[in-house]
């Protein structure tokens, strides 16, 4: 009994000690610091059935206490036998009713927070040009290990960060041009899988306290397995004032056909046009089909804040990656479609690359 | 428990020789939960194929309406529900001891049983020739799956009744291979009731559109 | 085992009397076969005779199915008959998982 | 028989066991065979857990992760979990009916090797250009684009090892229904015979779905269909609905035989009638027919729409009634019994925190708004260790231990096997548990690495350090097992001397017919009805008599090493090698003529005298 009250001490203080040094999780990936409306419900959802669940655990636990310290086999009792109980109704029926009653208070919520989460009429209201009427829509197409984000009422496309207003909801079009993924912003909400087959549709909040905390950027993943890069299929989220927010749509569509400054990334340019514009556009309102768009749109790929999504954003990552993309996410779809890069275009590449910005 | 090897008269024949022996009791009852499981196996191939019903790459591919007829649908289900009764009658010339009018009867029910089939045959490949494929379309694989599996039934029912005649065809009737007649029959209408919901929710569901 | 050996201490007796159940259950056999010719000829006549909405024809010509196969369970494989308690239940509860399929497969896969 | 096979040398014994159809040896065959291919899954699992132990490691390949973690999962659900509880069942559901055989010896073991060769089968790919990778869902649209030949290994293997459980499952169902010795009804069957019994009716109506979902696929990867191409109006949810219409009541397959193995340990060392019995019966009935209803649990963010979520969450929370049920008839079984802790028992009770911990997260993960959290975290794959991990191999170890003696004669050590039990629940707990949050901090599954300053280090190194502790327990486990064996100390009837059911009542391991003459069978927990009367052994049901037994075939093998070979053939048919439609009619043609010659050849089995009986001792007793 002893050893086994120590065991339990063990794994419990191991889980405190794990929990301690490590606090909920990072506020900007973790669900347990929820950063909106979504998030909220669910993490309220989640509070609620733990505390039922822990109810039951020490209902049992008690239970199982006491039979397994009262009831041992000792040296004195040893050929006793005990009495051969059939069972009892009564008792019976307490631990049928009982849980059906917990279970009870925990599906009228979840229910209820099923229909609310579900709810996308908004973005049906269309108004006669075909527009959204007063809600913000984001096409969200998922790729092998890339993020695609349009925005179909302002006619701007962007990949791999996610820009949103605060404070407002946000609702998606999910779906996906090749195997299914399924898009998540733990720390804003729950995911829903990007289908080859169909469109879902859900909505999100970001709020703009939970913002401040992570100075405006969530992480995003994906949580479908869908290949060997599926552990690297992340994504950002920028969040913005609704101000700030106009201001970027503004700079995005006002976004020109970037000039590419100084002698080196006019090289860096000209390989651009030799080998990339195939399948990277570098405006943003790239007016190709879905289809044809087969790489992320890079517009504003000065201002990202990751390479590929996972790597810092500096040049000499941005180097690495052109140099050999499958060293970075095996598996993805641009190795092998370009040639070979030496040190010199490598450089001016990158030059190019990384001037691609919005005006500030 | 009778033996299984006892040879016996119309007089000691027993009046349920399925299930007379422990090992036929057996046979009979694992038969039928066979069947209970082929249910589900045929409900899901329904289930695809309802999901999928007139799912094509572009409009140059046939659709259910398009394709399926009624006079060829309708001799097929004719041959197949008369091939039901027939391998009843030649269940009840079992239970009444008369190997010889059973053996006729099975016969029959094979013949009728490889009609179907001829006809079935006919018209897939005339489907193949409209371009309704295997491998053209969603529709086309979930409707051969559908009725190729139905089809493939057919077959082996076919071969297995066949096998049973002709192995048996000396020795006559015993308490060892009654159980095994009785259980390809049963079999045999199990196919049937599969192809009444084939030829309903495929067939004419699908001529209506 | 009741059906091992005749019972009646006149085998001939019995035997007769065997013949003749038998010979009648086959003729409720004959009968359910009309019927189930019956039923299929009114499922081929709806569609033919095109005046009839779709919303009728589907559920009725299932309904014929559902019937006719009815037959085909207890009289041809003979469910009705004691001793098919446990095929039944099986048979019914594969059945059930079938239909749920079903269910599910013409509601909630397309998104 | 076993002394029989000893005297003729190895190979005779071998050869004994290619074409045994006697349920004991069968049973014996899926130990070696599960335990092999658990070994084989727990490898994996300490692969997975080396590579996660750091972030940004590269122990393995982003590839090959995927391919170990598909393994892992695969091989211990098809290959491990259900052939361990195949062997329980072959070792003790005809023993406690009190039945000399089985229904179908042949489909017996004909069912065993279909597993084992479809088992090898997957497990070929390893060597021959990679294992499946799509996880062991293999959802459509991504084994669609895999390129490799893995997928159809695990398509050709499953769907081969399939059969041979669905086989294996009417095989049960036959038995429990008409080979129950005289005085044994329905509800006098032993907990243990019940929840095989319901679990062999789920594997008939939940494997005809995988079977049809795999023929879907493989005709769209082998054989040009469309199901799944999207382009060509296919459709890839279907795979996940069939997939899980199959796995949902897959996973209640695994742990309704564990919870009968514990009722069976509770009652024995707690010396008391299992508290609750009838409700304990329709519980698990109860188990198993929800356990159909809820399957789109796994699917809530797959877009079903929320009256769908909706229904299939309350439905599944439904299923928390009767699992609690049988929790409370446990620790009430306990409550006033004279409780022994051996090993077995220690297993069981360990279960009950254990498994309560993953049932209520299940329930968690049944608040669909919610599960859009949990979805594909690990928190789905905490909850689902603790369940399968706390509840179905604890139940193994634990069963593994209570038959030992009965299906070798021989009792396992117990100071080993309370070492083995302590490690592996310490381990078991450290491993799980804080999975639980690093899911909830945002930790995606199926991940083959993690960047670091996510805060997931902490709780992954923990995590990896558990599972050694797990795979030490094994070993030690292993250590026993060899020690036993070589020690050979031979033990009686009821070596745990509170036996209550049939199987305890005769020698260990039994003769080949089981029982002498068949038992007559008087109430629940009969054997233990005739001790308190004073006697040591059953009464009879039926004068000593000739007993009919069936004969030996070394067809089942040949009949699955046909679909193994012809496997093969179908799957290097896509590469449009010359061989492989060679192949695939040889391998078909093996397994048609062993068909044929099966059915072609009389196979009436033969007698045992009684006279061979009177000069035979009676064995010890314990
Ligand atoms: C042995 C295997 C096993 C068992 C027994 C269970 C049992 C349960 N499981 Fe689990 N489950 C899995 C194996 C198992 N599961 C696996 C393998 C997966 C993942 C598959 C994959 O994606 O790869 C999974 C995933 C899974 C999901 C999907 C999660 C996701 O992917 O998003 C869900 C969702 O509802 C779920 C629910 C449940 C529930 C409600 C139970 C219930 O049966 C639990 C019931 C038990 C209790 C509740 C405890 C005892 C009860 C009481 C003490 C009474 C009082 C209790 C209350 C009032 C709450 N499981
Ligand atoms: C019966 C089912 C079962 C069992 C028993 C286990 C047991 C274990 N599982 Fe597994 N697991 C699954 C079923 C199971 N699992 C499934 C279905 C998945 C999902 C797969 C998917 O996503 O597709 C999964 C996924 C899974 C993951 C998630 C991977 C990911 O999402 O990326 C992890 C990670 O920790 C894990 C770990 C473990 C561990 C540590 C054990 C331990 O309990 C194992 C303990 C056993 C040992 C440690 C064996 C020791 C062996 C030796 C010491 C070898 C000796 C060798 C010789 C003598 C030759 N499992
Ligand atoms: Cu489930």
């Known amino acids: 009994m002893r050893k086994r009250l120590h065991k339990w001490r063990l794994i419990s203080i191991f889980a405190i000690l794990a929990l301690a040094l490590s606090g909920c999780g990072e506020p900007f990936l973790s669900t347990l610091t929820p950063a909106g409306e979504v998030a909220k419900k669910q993490y309220d959802l989640m509070i609620l059935s733990t505390v039922i669940m822990v109810l039951v655990i020490i209902v049992v636990t008690v239970i199982f206490i006491y039979v397994i310290a009262r009831f041992r086999r000792t040296k004195k009792n040893e050929n006793s036998i005990p009495r051969q109980v059939e069972g009892n109704h009564k008792l019976e029926i307490i631990w049928t009713v009982i849980p059906i009653l917990l279970l009870l208070v925990l599906a009228v919520p979840t229910v209820s927070y099923t229909f609310q989460l579900a709810d996308v009429s908004p973005m049906k209201q269309k108004d006669k040009d075909g527009k959204t009427k007063d809600a913000l829509v984001v096409n969200v197409r998922a790729n092998l290990y890339w993020w695609e984000f349009e925005y179909p009422d302002l006619g701007i496309i962007t990949s791999q960060d996610l820009f949103v207003p605060t404070d407002k909801k946000v609702y998606f079009n999910v779906k996906s041009s090749d195997v299914k993924h399924s898009f998540w912003i733990p720390a804003v909400g729950g995911k829903t899988d990007t289908n080859p087959e169909g469109e879902n549709q859900f909505w999100l909040e970001f709020d703009s306290k939970g913002s401040e905390k992570v100075q405006n950027q969530f992480y995003g993943k994906c949580a479908e397995l869908c290949g060997p890069s599926h552990a690297y299929m992340d994504f950002k989220v920028q969040t913005l004032s609704q101000d700030d927010f106009n201001q970027w749509t503004q700079d995005m569509k006002n976004l020109k056909k970037p000039a590419a400054v100084g002698d080196l990334a006019k090289e860096g340019e000209e390989i651009y046009n030799k080998s990339c514009i195939g399948c990277h556009a570098n405006t943003a309102n790239d007016a190709r089909p879905e289809k044809a768009r087969t790489a992320p749109n890079l517009a504003n790929f000065g201002d990202r804040t990751r390479i590929a999504g996972i790597l810092e954003h500096n040049e000499e990552n941005l180097r690495k990656w052109l140099q050999d993309p499958e060293k970075v996410k095996p598996g993805n779809l641009m190795t092998g479609k370009y040639q070979k890069l030496d040190d010199h275009e490598l450089d001016a590449l990158t030059a190019y690359l990384m001037g691609l910005k919005l005006e500030q | 428990m009778a033996s299984v090897q006892e040879k016996f008269t119309e007089m000691t024949w027993p009046s349920s020789p399925e299930k007379a022996t422990l090992e036929a009791k057996n046979k009979f009852l694992g038969f039928w939960f066979f069947l209970g499981g082929e249910t589900v196996l045929f409900g899901s191939l329904f289930a695809t194929y309802l999901a999928l019903k007139d799912k094509v790459p572009d409009s140059s591919h046939p659709l259910a309406k398009d394709l399926y007829s009624m006079d060829l649908t309708f001799a097929a289900t004719m041959l197949l529900l008369t091939s039901s009764l027939t391998s009843v009658y030649a269940m009840y010339h079992m239970k009444n001891f008369n190997f010889q009018r059973m053996q006729a009867w099975l016969l029959i029910t094979v013949l009728l049983g490889a009609a179907f089939l001829g006809l079935e045959i006919y018209e897939f490949n005339h489907y193949v020739h409209e371009g309704h494929k295997f491998t053209s379309s969603a529709f086309g694989s979930a409707f051969y799956s559908l009725v190729g599996f139905h089809g493939g039934h057919v077959a082996f029912g076919l071969l297995w009744i066949l096998s049973l005649m002709v192995r048996n065809a000396k020795r006559g009737l015993d308490l060892y291979n009654a159980p095994k007649f009785y259980v390809a029959s049963l079999y045999w209408h199990f196919i049937d009731v599969v192809w009444v919901f084939i030829f309903t929710v495929v067939y004419l569901m699908g001529m209506v559109g | ?111 | 028989m076993s002394t029989y096979a000893h005297k003729k040398g190895f190979g005779a014994t071998i050869w004994d066991y290619l074409t045994t159809v006697d349920h004991k040896k069968i049973g014996i065959l899926y130990l070696m065979a599960g335990g092999f291919f658990f070994l084989v899954g727990g490898l994996e699992a300490l692969f997975i857990r080396v590579q996660l132990a750091v972030p940004n490691n590269d122990f393995v390949s982003a590839g090959l992760y995927n391919e170990i973690l598909t393994m892992h999962g695969t091989t211990m659900i098809f290959l491990a979990a259900m052939p361990l509880i195949f062997a329980f069942m072959n070792a003790a559901v005809p023993l406690q009916i009190g039945a000399r055989d089985v229904a179908f010896p042949f489909l017996n073991s004909l069912g065993f090797w279909l597993f084992f060769f479809g088992g090898v089968f997957l497990n070929c790919s390893w060597f021959l250009g990679g294992a499946p990778d799509a996880g062991w869902t293999s959802y459509a649209s991504l084994t669609m684009e895999a390129h490799t030949h893995g997928v159809d290994f695990y398509i050709l293997g499953l769907q081969i090892s399939g059969i041979g459980t669905l086989i294996g499952g009417i095989n049960f169902l036959v038995t429990i229904v008409n080979m129950r010795a005289p005085g044994m009804t329905y509800m006098r069957m032993p907990l243990f015979t019940w929840s095989s019994f319901v679990t062999s009716a789920l594997i008939l109506f939940a494997f005809p779905a995988l079977t049809v979902g795999l023929f879907l696929l493989m005709f769209d990867r082998l054989f040009g269909a469309n199901f799944f191409d999207v382009a060509a109006g296919g459709n890839t949810i279907i795979w996940e609905h069939l997939f899980w219409i199959f796995g949902h009541p897959e996973v209640y397959i695994l742990i309704l035989p564990a919870f009968g193995i514990f009722s069976e340990i509770f009652a024995t060392f707690s010396r008391k009638r299992l508290f609750g019995y009838s409700s304990m019966v329709f519980a698990t009935v109860l188990i198993g027919f929800l356990g159909f209803m809820v399957w789109a649990h796994h699917m809530f963010t797959v877009g079903m729409g929320p009256i769908a979520n909706a229904i299939f969450a309350v439905a599944t929370m439904a299923i928390a009634v009767p699992t609690g049920i049988k929790i409370f008839n446990w620790l009430f079984t306990m409550w006033g019994g004279n409780i022994k802790f051996t090993t077995p028992m220690l297993y069981a009770v360990a279960f009950i925190p254990s498994f309560v911990a993953g049932g209520v997260t299940g329930i968690m993960n049944a608040v669909a708004a919610a599960d859009y959290q949990y979805h594909d975290s690990y928190f789905v794959v905490a909850h689902f260790h603790y369940v399968i991990v706390g509840g179905v191999v604890l139940a193994l170890l634990a069963g593994t231990h209570y038959y030992w003696p009965k299906m070798f004669g021989t009792l396992l050590n117990e100071t080993l096997g309370k070492i083995t039990f302590w490690l592996f629940l310490i381990g078991f707990h450290l491993t799980f548990f804080i999975q639980h949050f690093l899911g909830l901090m945002g930790m995606p599954r199926r991940v083959f690495t993690y960047l670091p300053n996510q805060g997931w280090e902490t709780g992954n190194l923990i995590s990896s350090i558990g599972a050694f502790f797990m795979g030490i327990a094994v070993i030690i486990l292993l250590i026993n097992v060899v020690m036993t064996q070589v020690k050979n100390v031979r033990v009686g009837n009821d070596p745990w001397g509170d036996g209550r059911s049939l199987e305890w009542a005769i020698p260990s391991p039994p003769p080949f017919y089981n029982f002498k003459q068949l038992p007559l069978v008087r109430g629940l927990d009969p054997f233990w009805i005739e001790k308190m009367e004073g006697k040591t052994e059953m009464t009879p049901a039926e004068p000593l008599g000739d007993i009919h037994m069936p004969n030996p075939s070394f067809l089942p093998v040949t009949i699955s090493f046909g679909l193994f070979v012809a496997a093969f053939g179908a799957l290097y048919h896509v590469d449009g090698k010359d061989w492989a439609l060679p192949v695939l009619f040889v391998g078909m043609g093996i397994t048609l003529i062993s068909m044929l010659l099966r059915s072609v050849k009389d196979d009436h089995g033969f007698h045992i005298h009684k006279e061979d009986f009177e000069n035979e001792d009676k064995g010890g007793r314990a």
């Open chain 3, 1 to 111: 085992m009741e059906n091992l050996r005749p019972n009646s201490a006149n085998p001939k007796a019995d035997l007769n009397y065997r013949r003749k159940k038998n010979a009648e259950e086959m003729r409720y056999q004959v009968v359910s076969f009309a019927l189930m010719i019956f039923l299929t000829l009114i499922a081929f006549a709806v569609v033919h005779f095109e005046g009839f909405s779709h919303w009728f024809v589907a559920p009725f010509i299932m309904l014929l199915a559902v019937v006719q196969v009815i037959f085909q369970l207890y009289y041809f494989m003979h469910m009705s008959h004691k001793g098919h308690e446990t095929p039944q239940l099986f048979l019914f509860s594969g059945l059930s998982v079938a239909l749920i399929t079903v269910l599910t497969f013409v509601t909630i896969t397309w998104i």
